[in-house]
Nanobody
């Protein structure tokens, strides 16, 4: 079992920055997937950024060049640096990790942290 706890959300003006953190209860650096999702009211949850085993990162087009995903294995923590924020970035942000346990895909979610960007 892994517990994930997000922090760092808040209210920010358009053009501002926030850094989200996702603290894991144990090491997740060996997991094959770590990522950030978001869900805005009335919309489906979308994958915003991810890093896979081997270090490959991916971003949804709407955040490319503005968001950066990273991790600190010594702290068991994953980050999402968000710059040049826009009102359309307003959403509940969740961290997620996926791993294989006894041959079964297993994923873990945090409780979410709210990001609100005012215009």
């Amino acid at each position: 079992q892994v517990q994930l706890v997000e922090s760092g959300g808040g209210l920010v003006q358009a053009g501002g920055s926030l850094r989200l953190s996702c603290a894991a209860s144990r090491s997740i650096s060996g997991n094959y997937f770590m990522g950030w999702y978001r869900q805005a009211p009335g919309k489906q949850r979308e994958l915003v950024a991810s890093v896979r085993s081997g270090g490959m990162t991916t971003y949804v087009d709407s955040v490319k060049g503005r968001f950066t995903i990273s991790s600190d294995s010594a702290k068991n923590t994953m980050y999402l640096q968000m710059n040049s924020l826009k009102p359309e970035d307003t959403a509940l942000y969740y961290c997620n990790t996926k791993t294989i346990v006894s041959g079964i895909l297993t994923e873990y979610w945090g409780q979410g942290t709210q990001v609100t960007v005012s215009s």
